[in-house]
C-alpha cells in the first residue's frame, strides 16, 4: 500500500508543498477564466436541441386545443402522456408547469405554509417546522426551505440513498419534522442512486407528522451516462406503504432540452393534485402550452427521448471522463481526496481531507477557476467537516475543463499539505 | 322622451313578454352554442402573431447572453428596454417574468403574506387584512385576494377611476386596508381610464398602512381601438407624494402576442424590486429567455408594436361595433340597460335593471350563449345590486358575435319585463 500525504514527515510535507507551489504558480500565470459553479449544460450541449426552436407550423394540440390562447392548466393531455410513458407515471397525477420545475418546488412548499393540504393545518400556524436534508444535497432546495424558515435537519448518504435507519428515526419522533428533499436519482453532488429499499422504506415509514412530504425531485431521471440505474415508483410505495399522500414528485426537460426554456412538471396523488390544481387555478390561467407542443415535437415519445439522450450522454461522458481520470490519477495514491464515480447526472462529489474544502476553492479560485462555493451543499451553507465540493463538469469546453481539474487537483493536494503542516 | 319599459303599464309589459317570448324560443331553437365568457382573443386575432412561432435561428442576446441557458433573473436587457420604452418606465424598475402577469400578482400577493417588504412585517402576522376592490372589477383579481384571507372592500368606479374621495377616506383611517386592485387604463369591465387626478391622488394619497401597494395592472396598457388615450405615471405620482415604494406594476405581452405564451412583466421602486428579485431568486433560475427574443424579434420597439396593435385594433373595432350598435338599437330607448363606450381594452360592461343580471344570464346560457357569470365582476361574486354583466365581444367571430348579442338583448329585456311583472 502507498504512503498517503497523511503518512509524511515534515520534511517530506515541506518538499511536496514547494513543488505542488510551483505547479500552482504556473496556473496562476495563466490568467485562466473558467466556470464549474453550476450545473450548466455547455453550449455543445444545446446545439443537439436546436430543433425545439424551429419554427412551430401548428399550434394545435392533438385535441385541436389552440395552444397560442388561454386555459389547460393541467397542462396539453399529449405532455401529460408523454411524461408519464417517460417516468412510468400515471397521467392523471401529473400537472405541467412553466419553465422551472424548481419553481414548481417553492410553490408547492409555499402553499403548504400558507394553506396546508388535505385537510391539514397549515404549515405557518404550526409553532415549529422541520426538513430532512440528505446531505451533500442541492444547495437550491435548501436555499428554499431556509427562505420560508424551516429549520433544517441534514442526514448523511450512503451508497442507497439517505441513511434510512437515520430518517426513520427521526421522522417517527418528531412531528414537527414535516418533509425530505430527495433527488433519488443521480443525486446531486454524489451520484447516489436510491435503491429499491430505500424507496420503500420512504414510502411505508411511520412519521409522527400526518402530512409528511416527499419531495421527490427526479432532475436526472433519464440522465444516464454509464448505462441504465433503474428507480423504483415512489407513488407504488407510498400506495402500498398507506401513504398515498406523501410524495410530490418532479421533473423538467432543463437538462434534456433548454435549462431556460424547458417544461417542468409535478406528480402527486389524486387528491392532492385536485386541491394543488384548485390553487394553482387561483395563481395563473396556464402554463405555456406552446412551449409544450414546441418540446414535444422534437421529443415525441419514451424511444425518441431515449436516443435524444444517449446523443447527449455521449457529449457528458468525455467530461466525466477527464473529471475521474484526472482525480484518479492525481488524488487517490496519495490519499489527497475520495469522491463517487456516478453513472449519470451532472455532478461529481469529492471530499478533501477534513478541513480542507474551503481553503482549496480558495487557492482554486484565485488561479481563475471558480467552483460550487464550499459548503453550499450543505444546509446553511455549513459544511461540518468542511470537505464536501461539488465538481461540475458539464459547462466547460472538454480542453477548459481538463486545464481547470489539472489545477484543481493541485489545489486539493496544496491545501492538504499546507493543512498538516499547520498554515491554517 | 320615449316611453321607457318602467313606464309600461301591467297590460304592456305582459304584451312585450309574448313578444319577447317568441323572440327567445326563435333563438332557443336553433341550439346556439357560443361562449363569450372569457376575455380571450379569437383565432384570427392570434393568426396576426404567427411570425412569433417562426424559427428562432439565432438563441443569443444582444450582449452575447445564451438564452437557452440558465440565468439572467431580472430578463434580458433587450426586454426590460423594449417595455421601458413602451410603457416609458426605467428599464431599472422591471422584472421580467414568465408567460403570466397573473403569477406575477398572485406571487407577489404571497412574498407580502409570507415575508412583508421593506422591513415591514409579514401580512400574515398581522391580525387583519383588507384590500380596496373597485367595482366591477377583475374577478381573478379578487379571487387571490380571498384565496388569502384577505378582506375585500368594494369601492365604487367613477368615469375617472374608483371614486377617489371613498378610496382617500378608506385608506386614512384603517391601517388593515394595505392595498388596492387597479386596471388603469379600458379598466376590466368598464373600460374606464384613470383620469390624471386620479393617478396624482392615488400616488400622494395618506394611508394608515405604512406598506400600502397600489396593484396597478395594466393589462390594456397599449389596447386602443377607437383613438389612444394617455395615461399618466403611477411611479411619478408615487414618488412626487412621497410614497416611492407604493406601486407594483404589472403588463404581459398576453394580449399583444398569445395569451397562452406571451411575456410578463412587473416594476417597482428600485428598492422594492432589489428585495423581489433576492426572493424571486430562490423560486426560480429565471423565466423563459427564448420566450423573450422570439416576442422581441416580431413586436421589436414603441413604433413596431404600435403598428402592431393598430392591425389587432382593426381586428377587435368590428368587434365592438357590432356590441355598441346592437345595445344601442335594442336597449337604448326602452331603458332596459345601461352600459360603457370603451375606447380600448376588451371588454364592455352593461348593467341591466337592479335584479336582473343573473336572471339575464341563466335565459341567454338555457340558450345557448355562455356569458361571465353573474357577480363575477364584483368581490366574492356577490353584485349588491345584481345587475351588471361584462361582455366579451373578443372571441368569437363576427357572425357569430351578431347572433349571441342579439339574444342577449332578447334576455335583457325579457328579464327586466318578468322583473317589473313580479315573476321572479
Same mark, same amino acid.
Given at each position: ?70 386555459? &389547460? ?70 436555499? &428554499? ?31 414537527? &419534522? ?97 386541491? &394543488? ?148
Amino acid at each position: 500500500m502507498a504512503k498517503t500525504v497523511k503518512d509524511l514527515s515534515q520534511v517530506e510535507l515541506e518538499a511536496l508543498k514547494i513543488e505542488l507551489e510551483a505547479m500552482y504558480s504556473e496556473f496562476a500565470s495563466r490568467n485562466l477564466s473558467l466556470n464549474m459553479a453550476r450545473g450548466k449544460p455547455s453550449g455543445e450541449l444545446l446545439d443537439h436541441n436546436m430543433a425545439v426552436l424551429d419554427v412551430l407550423d401548428d399550434p394545435f394540440a392533438a385535441d385541436g386545443t389552440d395552444a397560442r390562447n388561454y386555459g &389547460i392548466l393541467e397542462g396539453l393531455p399529449e405532455m401529460r402522456r408523454f411524461f408519464g410513458e417517460v417516468l412510468g407515471l400515471d397521467p392523471e397525477r401529473i400537472i405541467v408547469g412553466g419553465n422551472s420545475s424548481l419553481t414548481l418546488m417553492y410553490d408547492s412548499i409555499a402553499r403548504l405554509m400558507m394553506f396546508g393540504s388535505c385537510g391539514f393545518p397549515a404549515w405557518r400556524t404550526l409553532p415549529q417546522l422541520k426538513f430532512l436534508c440528505p446531505s451533500p444535497g442541492y444547495d437550491r432546495h435548501f436555499a &428554499i426551505t431556509q427562505e420560508f424558515g424551516i429549520d433544517m435537519i441534514p442526514v448523511p448518504m450512503t451508497e442507497n440513498g439517505p441513511d434510512m435507519d437515520v430518517v426513520e428515526e427521526l421522522v417517527a419522533g418528531d412531528e414537527s &419534522i414535516k418533509g425530505i428533499w430527495c433527488v433519488p436519482l443521480y443525486s446531486n453532488p454524489q451520484g447516489i442512486c436510491y435503491s429499491d429499499e430505500t424507496v420503500a422504506r420512504l414510502g411505508r415509514m411511520k412519521t409522527a407528522a400526518p402530512d409528511f412530504k416527499i419531495f421527490w425531485d427526479n432532475a436526472y431521471g433519464v440522465h444516464h451516462i454509464y448505462g441504465e440505474v433503474q428507480l423504483a415508483d415512489i407513488f407504488s410505495a407510498c400506495d402500498s406503504g398507506g401513504n398515498p399522500d406523501r410524495a410530490y414528485y418532479f421533473f423538467s426537460t432543463s437538462k434534456i432540452t433548454f435549462p431556460g426554456a424547458g417544461v417542468a412538471m409535478m406528480a402527486a396523488s389524486f387528491a392532492e393534485r385536485k386541491e &394543488i390544481l384548485k390553487r394553482m387555478g387561483i395563481q395563473t390561467i396556464g402554463s405555456d402550452k406552446l412551449n409544450q407542443l414546441r418540446t414535444l415535437r422534437v421529443l415525441k415519445d419514451a424511444p425518441t427521448l431515449k436516443k435524444h439522450m444517449a446523443e447527449l450522454a455521449d457529449v457528458l461522458r468525455p467530461k466525466f471522463d477527464i473529471v475521474l481520470q484526472l482525480l484518479d490519477r492525481e488524488l487517490k495514491d496519495g490519499g489527497f481526496a475520495t469522491w463517487n464515480t456516478p453513472r449519470g447526472g451532472y455532478f461529481v462529489s469529492l471530499d478533501t481531507l477534513d478541513g480542507c474544502a474551503k481553503k482549496t476553492l480558495e487557492l482554486a479560485g484565485k488561479a481563475g477557476v471558480t467552483m460550487t462555493g464550499a459548503g453550499a451543499t450543505f444546509p446553511y451553507k455549513k459544511d461540518p467537516r468542511d470537505r464536501n465540493i461539488r465538481i461540475a463538469p458539464t459547462y466547460p469546453a472538454d480542453a477548459e475543463l481538463r486545464t481547470a481539474m489539472e489545477l484543481f487537483c493541485v489545489c486539493v493536494k496544496l491545501a492538504a499539505v499546507k493543512k498538516l503542516l499547520g498554515e491554517f
